[in-house]
């Protein structure tokens, strides 16, 4: 499973993709992306005899990582040796590679560590500390407060923790927002940003099979690339690691899996999933179908523009899948009706107590007004903006960051707060490659949609095109930009405002007039949405801790979680899918289809196939409850050995972004002894592969 | 595909499985069991650019073979031999078979000639010639007539020309009826009965995958039985031979498949097809289950108790399994409307004519009055007879025969006329064995849902229990009767009337008593259904002559047929399904699970595993339209080459009953390269594979 993340500049979108949690639908035990502090021991017992104690829950959250690219991993040795997903490092991979030497298209191989490439911008966190401070937060919000004070109140201590955190530790510190309110938690992450590239395959048997074969099962792909953390140059000692077992999990077995899933949307209240249903949906599936046809026709130029959008299109392509089986699932009636029928069943509860009615029973109601103004909004708020280009993006920050930084740390906008600026410069000044002619396609493929819904009299239409056509827009602003330049980019951000204000480059130009349009469209949605609605969404928390205490779990919000379930096959399209898949059944789709297109094997599984033990797992599925994010997490048992490596979700598993079902619903893992078999037999990797088996 | 067939006594139920056909949803050009005068070769040329001529479509009749156990078959070779599936065979090979040789679990293989063993009761037929008899039956019809005059007009016609027929030219002679009405043929086989066993499987690689993986797709099954056609104890000569290619078919190819489709639903009216949905099948699908459910308690006594209900419980689990898809379909809502706005567009047309509307148009609400009085009647009709016991079947054949035997021919009911005496007798006089506890199992599992849904009170209840319960009835019944020895049936139907009156066998006894009941049924359904629904279908059949000619073709008549079409995937479960799967597929789908139950393979797969070119194509599919009793047709390709052995359709083509889609609609098929190996590498059969290869 990849994480759907589409990034849009520093400013992360409330509208779309907005996180928000709990279902019972065949829901079993299974169902769950638990927080570390509030696992089910009681259900894990009962169901499974085993009850997991502190040094067990500390080992591995310590050796979990997350990885800020949009995914999750695990130490696999003392060495700082990070086991993750291909598709989780194929953008680091990329960045890293040249037309001359494609490690995407090759594969990547650092026989010794002096050979371990660096990482353009790749940050990955180990969640050191959590601490609840909730009444911290809600104390900053008085009685007589009106919702807009509240918001800034909310927000000013909210940046005061996290900043006094950092200042006290070093350490990244984020408050996180659990059931939408219910709790803030202040986790502090260990950061590290020299991240080296040890080995990755070739895309071809990475993701083998392609977009058709992704979020399906049966399955047959080695999903894994191997990073090693430094930090002073030397590899970081990482004590806690997870122990390596080949022979993997036997059907049936109790398996956990330790990550950090983006975003699920299970907590919502009916009138919630209905505008995502109604609008959000339709609207970015729109946008995904129009950019990746035109990224798709890009690449048929030539074998470098191929290369250029491959990585693109993958995570597009990825999120089209995901979203429009999820899409699927809200059409649904049967699942509108369960959510319509556990929100009614919920909101009676209140009304049958007096204390609980007086103070939760008119949140929902205040949800559907919010909504419903949202409705009225969504066009003009969703396509008054830049999608997808990294140097819109760039400049926007850029412009923003100059700006913010001169106020107060209280009075600035999210995302450039003190303790949020390593990580914004991290990413403004990292040596990624750009390609403007990449950059153009997607701008013009943007603008051309823009027009399309606003017309040609829209102030931002005309703001960004200027009389021009989209096509000769964006040729305009890519050819004559310098912000490709980390360099250029570092120099605008130390001159400041003023270096801002008189740089001439068209796309800081631009920024700095599409600048008011922003602030207003930000404070528009914090005084008319998010400051009523943070205040309605705490009450239904609290409401649901009044009813069912803490036996739900929090949506997903791309930090830490453990699930488990058991290894387990499933009922599929008339028959049964396996628990597993084999290295026979590889072959067996490769030569399906002919060894052609997303079905082609690499050269060296033909040259060395009978070197392999063709009856080796190859991947195998799980009823743990995950979803996009939860990508490079490894699959553990209860001895804490990892069996395998999560990296997908089967076509049943799209619709618990709303609701869980563990008759279908299945996490996809790469299986260990593939990926030993793989690094001995297929890549002369014998020493990683003696490295994470402690050999 | 297993032909869909529950064996009654002889008297084939109207009420289930009634037969009736063609609509448009996604149809393309490939919709169509079409019969052999009647070739959309306009489409064929136009999409294929392909015609075949005269000689080819002779050719490829001569050479199809309909096996009257419900299945189809070709020549493949000059000397008799013929190619089926296992599951068509399996019946014969049961028979054939001890406690001490069960070929069904080791398989069969007469390396000579002489080894051949010949079949219990096999009839397998070729359509030697067909004749449009129209006419004369419709002559027979007098305006004067009512509907009863007229129906038993129509009977003694058919009967007629049936029995000149057989006098004239000795040849199996059958009415044909097509279009519900529209047409009557005269179809003439060459019928035969000396039927050898030459080579089967075992069952575990003929029926990989058991019932889980039965109608689905990627498929890995060596569903493939040989048999031996034999007349004056020599293999006969079959000049019309189809040539075998181990290469199969490309990808994309045009292939045909001549066999015998069992029926189709394709053009009900609207009101029969709620008239299955809402009656007959939840009705079936009961009984199917709570049989299936006795059937598997007795089969876990013991190893000889499984050997002998396993055929059985595979028939009624194949149907079960076709019969919830198919409902499954009827509970669409869109394939319903598609069929209510089809029949709706149909009837406009017939309105919007002055002539069309007087001669036709109110046949529809005829048949709505039927289905309605069918309703009223469809619980004592459904439950007041014997399902399922062959004991019961040949008491009751044999009443009725001694009886109806001693009327002039045109006063018989249907099946005892004197052209349908040699096939019934065949039947009664079977050497093939009965086992007693199996059929004392099903006789009270029966009649244990009859008194459930009729009550203690009934008339039949009460004839058939005496007052016992249905397990002692069913023992009582079983344990005492002779019927198990065909020499005891000859004798009883050689001394007629009064030696069947005599007899205190008590199955027979039971029969004389229930025969004015069944009688009685039989009548009331003449009088108030049939003689009233076959003018209307035939009024409606006209009508789609007159507004569509010829282009639509007959439902299904388990008659021969040839259905056209491509080598192709498709979309499956979220991804794409191949064309084709191989032998590397075989061995992982086995060890995914296991190697165990319905996915373990024969012994001598693994140790022969190394022999074997395990890139050996093994199924694919086409969108060839097909149903239950295409079982076992030849896949040949532009030049009447055999590339492949139709089996099963995928999960996706269950709703083909009532509506072709090209789009998933798949038929499976063994690959010609796949028996080809497995007969020499695996069963030490060279010398047939020499024999079809013509080697």
């Not at 396609?441 to 017309?455: D, K, R």
């Amino acid at each position: 499973m990849k994480h759907r993340m589409i990034k849009w500049f520093g400013l992360a979108s409330v509208l779309i993709f907005a996180v928000l949690t709990a279902g019972m639908w065949h829901a079993g035990a299974e169902e769950g992306m638990w927080t570390f502090d509030n696992l089910p021991l009681k259900v894990l017992k009962e169901k499974y005899g085993f009850e997991p104690n502190q040094e067990w829950l500390d080992h591995v959250r310590l050796a979990s990582v997350r990885f800020m690219d949009g995914g999750s991993g695990s130490f696999v040795s003392p060495n700082g040796l990070v086991m993750t997903n291909h598709h989780v490092g194929v953008g680091q991979l990329q960045k890293i590679s040249t037309p001359e030497h494609d490690y995407v298209a090759t594969g990547f191989y650092a026989a010794e560590q002096v050979d371990e490439l660096k990482c353009a911008d790749l940050e990955v966190n180990v969640l050191v500390e959590m601490e609840d401070v909730t009444a911290r937060i809600k104390a900053s919000v008085k009685q007589d407060m009106s919702d807009s004070e509240a918001l800034k109140a909310r927000e000013v201590v909210i940046a005061q923790i996290e900043k006094e955190s950092l200042d006290k530790t070093g350490l990244r510190s984020n408050i996180v927002n659990l059931y939408h309110g219910g709790e803030y938690w202040l986790y502090r992450y260990k950061k590290y940003t020299d991240v080296r590239m040890v080995m990755a395959p070739e895309r071809q048997a990475a993701y083998f099979g392609g977009d058709f074969d992704n979020f399906t099962y049966p399955r047959y792909d080695l999903d894994v690339t191997f990073f090693r953390v430094y930090e002073n140059d030397k590899p970081v000692r990482s004590d806690h690691y997870l122990k390596w077992n080949t022979g993997g999990a036997a059907d049936g077995e109790l398996v956990f899996v330790s990550g950090n899933p983006g975003s699920t949307d299970r907590l919502y209240t009916y009138a919630q999933l209905e505008f995502q249903r109604d609008y959000n949906y339709p609207m970015v599936l729109k946008l995904l179908r129009r950019i990746i046809s035109d990224l798709r026709e890009y690449s048929r130029k030539g074998a470098e523009e191929e290369r250029r959008a491959l990585i693109q299109i993958f995570g597009l392509a990825n999120s089209q899948k995901a979203m429009s089986g999820e899409y699927s699932g809200l059409l649904d009636e049967k699942v509108m009706e369960k959510r319509r029928r556990e929100e009614e069943d919920f909101r009676e509860k209140i009304a049958s107590n007096a204390e609980w009615r007086e103070a939760y029973a008119n949140a929902w109601e205040t949800i559907e007004d919010l909504v419903a103004l949202q409705q009225e909004m969504i066009e003009t708020q969703f396509y008054r903006r830049f999608i997808l280009s990294r140097l819109a993006g760039l400049a926007q920050n850029i412009v923003f960051y100059v700006q913010e930084t001169e106020k107060p740390d209280t009075e600035r906008l999210d995302g450039y707060h003190d303790s949020q600026l390593e990580g914004m410069r991290f990413n403004l000044f990292s040596p990624a490659p750009i390609f403007p002619d990449l950059e153009e396609v997607q701008i013009a493929s943007w603008m051309n949609l823009v027009l399309e819904e606003l017309g040609p009299e829209d102030p931002f239409v005309k703001t960004v095109l200027n009389g021009d056509s989209p096509a000769t827009a964006a040729a305009r602003l890519t050819s004559e930009t310098k912000l490709i330049d980390p360099d250029f980019r570092k120099k605008l951000v130390e001159g400041g405002v003023e270096a801002v204000n008189e740089c001439r480059d068209p796309f800081i130009v631009l920024m700095c007039k599409l600048e008011p349009e922003i602030r207003s469209q930000i404070e528009w949605r914090k005084e008319n949405i998010t400051s009523k609605l943070t205040p309605a969404a705490e009450r239904i928390a609290q409401a649901r801790f009044a009813v069912f205490g803490k036996t739900v779990n929090p949506d997903a919000t791309f930090t830490l979680r453990l699930s488990f379930g058991s290894v387990k096959g499933y009922p599929m399209n008339g028959t049964k899918a396996p628990h597993q898949t084999t290295l026979y059944g590889l072959f067996d789709r490769a030569l399906s289809f002919g060894n052609q297109g997303d079905y082609a094997l690499p050269q060296r599984f033909w040259d060395r196939k009978d070197r392999l033990d063709l009856s080796t797992p190859v991947n195998f599925v799980s009823t743990c409850d995950i979803i996009g994010g939860n990508s490079g997490s490894p699959v553990i048992n209860a001895d804490a050995e990892v069996v395998g490596l999560i990296f997908d979700g089967n076509i049943e598993s799209l619709v618990g972004r709303f609701v869980y079902d563990i008759e279908k619903n299945r996490a996809v893992s790469v299986h260990t002894a593939y990926i030993t078999e793989a690094l001995r037999k297929l890549y002369d990797a014998g020493k990683l592969a003696d490295e994470i088996q402690g050999l």
